[in-house]
Protein backbone atom coordinates (compact mmCIF):
# COMPACT_ATOMS: atom_id res chain seq x y z
CA UNK A 1 0.00 0.00 0.00
CA UNK A 2 1.74 3.21 -1.10
CA UNK A 3 2.16 6.17 0.88
CA UNK A 4 0.80 9.49 0.33
CA UNK A 5 2.99 10.76 -2.14
CA UNK A 6 4.33 14.37 -3.58
CA UNK A 7 5.99 15.98 -6.27
CA UNK A 8 8.38 17.62 -7.20
CA UNK A 9 10.98 16.56 -4.26
CA UNK A 10 12.46 19.90 -4.88
CA UNK A 11 12.06 23.35 -6.80
CA UNK A 12 14.12 25.99 -6.85
CA UNK A 13 11.84 29.41 -7.69
CA UNK A 14 12.48 33.28 -8.01
CA UNK A 15 10.38 36.18 -6.38
CA UNK A 16 7.41 36.67 -8.48
CA UNK A 17 6.46 33.51 -9.54
CA UNK A 18 4.01 31.41 -9.73
CA UNK A 19 4.29 27.54 -8.51
CA UNK A 20 2.28 24.40 -8.09
CA UNK A 21 2.66 21.02 -5.83
CA UNK A 22 1.07 18.15 -6.74
CA UNK A 23 -0.18 15.39 -3.90
CA UNK A 24 -1.61 12.14 -3.94
CA UNK A 25 -2.96 10.52 -0.37
CA UNK A 26 -3.08 6.99 0.83
CA UNK A 27 -5.29 4.88 -0.43
CA UNK A 28 -8.73 5.21 0.90
CA UNK A 29 -8.09 8.57 2.72
CA UNK A 30 -10.73 10.76 1.58
CA UNK A 31 -9.31 14.21 2.84
CA UNK A 32 -6.28 16.32 2.62
CA UNK A 33 -4.53 19.06 3.86
CA UNK A 34 -1.66 21.01 2.95
CA UNK A 35 0.88 22.09 6.06
CA UNK A 36 4.00 24.87 5.65
CA UNK A 37 7.42 23.80 7.67
CA UNK A 38 9.64 26.98 7.81
CA UNK A 39 13.23 25.58 8.75
CA UNK A 40 13.23 24.80 12.55
CA UNK A 41 9.61 25.50 12.90
CA UNK A 42 6.95 23.09 13.28
CA UNK A 43 4.60 22.65 10.35
CA UNK A 44 1.63 25.15 10.33
CA UNK A 45 -1.71 24.56 8.61
CA UNK A 46 -2.79 25.77 5.08
CA UNK A 47 -5.96 25.09 4.23
CA UNK A 48 -7.65 21.32 4.25
CA UNK A 49 -9.98 20.10 1.11
CA UNK A 50 -12.82 17.19 1.11
CA UNK A 51 -15.18 16.21 -1.69
CA UNK A 52 -13.25 18.75 -3.74
CA UNK A 53 -13.75 21.77 -1.80
CA UNK A 54 -11.69 23.85 0.29
CA UNK A 55 -13.05 23.03 4.04
CA UNK A 56 -10.61 24.57 6.33
CA UNK A 57 -8.26 27.34 6.21
CA UNK A 58 -5.30 28.65 8.14
CA UNK A 59 -3.60 32.09 8.47
CA UNK A 60 -2.87 31.98 4.93
CA UNK A 61 -2.97 34.77 2.54
CA UNK A 62 -5.08 34.58 -0.87
CA UNK A 63 -1.90 34.17 -2.92
CA UNK A 64 -2.03 30.19 -1.56
CA UNK A 65 -4.83 28.19 -3.32
CA UNK A 66 -5.71 24.73 -4.13
CA UNK A 67 -7.76 22.12 -5.31
CA UNK A 68 -8.50 18.70 -5.18
CA UNK A 69 -9.46 16.22 -7.73
CA UNK A 70 -12.25 13.69 -8.26
CA UNK A 71 -9.32 10.94 -7.40
CA UNK A 72 -8.73 12.76 -3.81
CA UNK A 73 -5.59 14.27 -5.28
CA UNK A 74 -4.91 17.54 -4.56
CA UNK A 75 -2.88 20.33 -5.93
CA UNK A 76 -1.41 23.68 -3.96
CA UNK A 77 -0.32 26.85 -5.59
CA UNK A 78 1.21 29.91 -4.95
CA UNK A 79 1.30 33.02 -6.89
CA UNK A 80 3.60 35.97 -6.45
CA UNK A 81 5.79 34.30 -4.66
CA UNK A 82 7.99 35.94 -1.92
CA UNK A 83 11.63 34.65 -0.47
CA UNK A 84 9.40 33.82 2.94
CA UNK A 85 7.34 31.14 0.51
CA UNK A 86 10.52 29.26 0.87
CA UNK A 87 10.02 26.14 3.19
CA UNK A 88 8.86 22.34 3.52
CA UNK A 89 5.42 21.86 2.05
CA UNK A 90 3.99 18.64 3.40
CA UNK A 91 0.42 17.12 2.14
CA UNK A 92 -1.67 14.93 4.76
CA UNK A 93 -4.12 12.51 3.96
CA UNK A 94 -6.57 11.00 6.30
CA UNK A 95 -9.10 8.05 6.09
CA UNK A 96 -12.74 9.07 6.95
CA UNK A 97 -13.16 6.49 9.91
CA UNK A 98 -9.98 8.28 12.10
CA UNK A 99 -8.52 11.18 13.19
CA UNK A 100 -5.01 10.26 11.96
CA UNK A 101 -3.16 12.15 9.19
CA UNK A 102 -0.32 10.57 7.22
CA UNK A 103 1.98 12.80 5.55
CA UNK A 104 4.00 12.77 2.48
CA UNK A 105 7.49 13.60 2.23
CA UNK A 106 7.49 17.00 1.32
CA UNK A 107 8.46 18.95 -1.91
CA UNK A 108 11.49 21.56 -0.52
CA UNK A 109 10.59 25.09 -2.15
CA UNK A 110 13.98 27.62 -2.46
CA UNK A 111 12.30 30.86 -3.86
CA UNK A 112 15.71 33.14 -4.90
CA UNK B 1 -7.27 28.14 20.10
CA UNK B 2 -5.70 25.37 20.01
CA UNK B 3 -1.59 25.40 21.15
CA UNK B 4 1.28 22.64 22.09
CA UNK B 5 3.83 23.64 23.98
CA UNK B 6 7.03 21.23 24.15
CA UNK B 7 10.44 21.30 25.09
CA UNK B 8 12.84 23.28 23.00
CA UNK B 9 16.01 21.60 21.82
CA UNK B 10 18.32 20.16 21.14
CA UNK B 11 18.64 17.36 23.45
CA UNK B 12 21.92 15.53 23.51
CA UNK B 13 22.17 12.10 25.09
CA UNK B 14 24.72 9.47 25.03
CA UNK B 15 23.65 5.95 23.77
CA UNK B 16 21.08 3.76 26.00
CA UNK B 17 20.61 6.92 27.75
CA UNK B 18 16.68 7.07 29.53
CA UNK B 19 14.64 10.48 27.46
CA UNK B 20 12.17 12.20 28.41
CA UNK B 21 10.48 15.22 26.14
CA UNK B 22 8.20 17.49 27.79
CA UNK B 23 4.85 18.33 26.09
CA UNK B 24 1.74 20.16 27.25
CA UNK B 25 -1.13 21.38 25.29
CA UNK B 26 -4.09 23.97 25.51
CA UNK B 27 -7.39 23.06 23.61
CA UNK B 28 -10.93 23.31 24.02
CA UNK B 29 -12.59 20.01 24.00
CA UNK B 30 -11.18 16.33 23.76
CA UNK B 31 -8.18 16.31 21.66
CA UNK B 32 -6.36 13.32 20.24
CA UNK B 33 -3.00 13.90 21.26
CA UNK B 34 0.24 12.72 19.09
CA UNK B 35 4.32 12.65 18.37
CA UNK B 36 5.63 12.71 15.03
CA UNK B 37 9.16 12.07 14.18
CA UNK B 38 11.28 13.67 11.21
CA UNK B 39 14.68 12.40 10.00
CA UNK B 40 16.91 14.61 8.32
CA UNK B 41 15.54 15.59 5.04
CA UNK B 42 12.63 13.76 5.45
CA UNK B 43 8.56 14.07 6.04
CA UNK B 44 6.60 13.67 9.05
CA UNK B 45 6.28 10.04 10.20
CA UNK B 46 3.92 9.17 12.70
CA UNK B 47 5.31 7.69 15.82
CA UNK B 48 2.46 6.81 18.72
CA UNK B 49 -1.18 8.30 19.70
CA UNK B 50 -3.68 8.56 21.99
CA UNK B 51 -7.03 9.05 21.36
CA UNK B 52 -8.47 9.42 25.35
CA UNK B 53 -7.49 10.37 28.93
CA UNK B 54 -5.24 7.93 30.16
CA UNK B 55 -4.62 5.83 27.27
CA UNK B 56 -0.98 5.35 26.44
CA UNK B 57 0.38 5.16 22.78
CA UNK B 58 3.60 3.22 22.51
CA UNK B 59 5.78 2.14 19.34
CA UNK B 60 9.55 1.35 19.15
CA UNK B 61 10.47 1.65 22.60
CA UNK B 62 8.50 4.88 22.47
CA UNK B 63 5.84 6.04 24.91
CA UNK B 64 3.29 8.80 25.91
CA UNK B 65 0.40 8.91 28.21
CA UNK B 66 -2.42 11.14 27.77
CA UNK B 67 -2.40 13.18 30.99
CA UNK B 68 -5.76 15.47 31.35
CA UNK B 69 -5.29 16.89 34.77
CA UNK B 70 -2.13 18.27 33.75
CA UNK B 71 -2.61 18.56 29.79
CA UNK B 72 0.81 16.50 29.00
CA UNK B 73 1.69 13.55 26.84
CA UNK B 74 5.46 13.56 27.39
CA UNK B 75 7.31 11.28 25.18
CA UNK B 76 9.59 8.64 26.62
CA UNK B 77 12.04 6.07 26.20
CA UNK B 78 14.03 3.67 28.44
CA UNK B 79 17.28 3.28 25.89
CA UNK B 80 17.82 5.94 22.83
CA UNK B 81 19.76 4.36 20.01
CA UNK B 82 22.26 6.62 17.72
CA UNK B 83 19.06 5.73 15.08
CA UNK B 84 16.49 7.39 17.03
CA UNK B 85 18.25 10.74 16.46
CA UNK B 86 15.79 13.22 14.89
CA UNK B 87 13.23 16.05 15.68
CA UNK B 88 9.92 15.09 17.79
CA UNK B 89 6.91 16.85 17.16
CA UNK B 90 4.43 16.60 19.75
CA UNK B 91 0.94 17.45 18.02
CA UNK B 92 -2.87 17.15 18.90
CA UNK B 93 -6.34 16.91 16.57
CA UNK B 94 -9.55 18.77 18.26
CA UNK B 95 -12.57 16.60 18.46
CA UNK B 96 -14.30 19.40 17.23
CA UNK B 97 -14.08 21.52 13.51
CA UNK B 98 -12.12 19.59 10.76
CA UNK B 99 -9.60 17.99 12.63
CA UNK B 100 -6.60 19.85 11.49
CA UNK B 101 -2.97 19.22 13.24
CA UNK B 102 -1.73 21.83 15.44
CA UNK B 103 2.26 21.42 16.03
CA UNK B 104 4.71 22.13 18.57
CA UNK B 105 8.11 23.65 17.46
CA UNK B 106 9.96 20.56 17.54
CA UNK B 107 12.12 18.94 19.53
CA UNK B 108 15.59 17.64 18.30
CA UNK B 109 16.92 14.66 19.78
CA UNK B 110 20.61 13.92 18.59
CA UNK B 111 22.48 10.33 20.06
CA UNK B 112 25.69 10.24 20.24
CA UNK B 113 27.81 6.88 20.81
Known amino acids: DAGVTQSPTHLIKTRGQQVTLRCSPKSGHDTVSWYQQALGQGPQFIFQ???????QRGNFPDRFSGHQFPNYSSELNVNALLLGDSALYLC???????????FGPGTRLTVL | GDSVTQMEGPVTLSEEAFLTINCTYTATGYPSLFWYVQYPGEGLQLLLKATKADDKGSNKGFEATYRKETTSFHLEKGSVQVSDSAVYFC????????????FGIGTKLQVIP
Open chain 1, 49 to 55: YYEEEER
Open chain 1, 92 to 102: ASRHPSTDTQY
Open chain 2, 91 to 102: ALVNSGGYQKVT
